[in-house]
C-alpha cells in the first residue's frame, strides 16, 4: 500500500487560498483513485474532492461535495506522482484536517472513505481572520 504524504495546510484568512499537495514514493499515483477527506473534532471524516485514476474511459473525471463544488479543484501531475487540491474563496467552514486517500482497484472514485484503503497523516488547514 503506497504511503501517502499530505503538505500545504496553513493558516489562511477568509477569502484566502491554499493549495494541498498529496504525493507518495514506490508507486504510481495515477494508477489510483484519490480522494481529498476534511475531518473537524467531534466529526466523522467527509469526502471533499475526488479523480479517477488514469487510463480508463473517464480518466481525470473529478466529483465533488456539494459545499466545495465551484470553489475546490482536484487534479493530478503525473510527472510529479501528485494530486493537488486548490481550494478557493475559503470560509471558517472549510476548517480542518485535510486527508488524502488512494484506492487501486476502482476504475471510478468516490466521496466515501470505506473506498480507501491508504491514507495520509492529514495537514491542518485553518480559516481564521
Known amino acids: 500500500q503506497p504511503q501517502l504524504v499530505e503538505s500545504g495546510g496553513g493558516l489562511v484568512q477568509p477569502g484566502g487560498s491554499l493549495t494541498l499537495s498529496c504525493t507518495t514514493s514506490g508507486y504510481t499515483l495515477a494508477q489510483y483513485a484519490v480522494g481529498w477527506f476534511r475531518q473537524v473534532p467531534g466529526s466523522e471524516r467527509e469526502g471533499v474532492a475526488c479523480i479517477n485514476p488514469s487510463g480508463y474511459t473517464r480518466d481525470y473525471a473529478t466529483k465533488y461535495a456539494n459545499a466545495q463544488k465551484g470553489r475546490f479543484t482536484i487534479s493530478r501531475d503525473n510527472g510529479m506522482n501528485t494530486v493537488y487540491l486548490q481550494m478557493n474563496n475559503l470560509t471558517p467552514e472549510d476548517t480542518g484536517v485535510y486527508y488524502c486517500?488512494?484506492?487501486?482497484?476502482?476504475?471510478?472514485?468516490?466521496?466515501?472513505?470505506?473506498?480507501?484503503?491508504?491514507w495520509g497523516q492529514g495537514t491542518q488547514v485553518t480559516v481564521s481572520s
Open positions: 486517500a488512494a484506492e487501486p482497484y476502482s476504475t471510478s472514485c468516490r466521496l466515501d472513505l470505506a473506498l480507501y484503503a491508504s
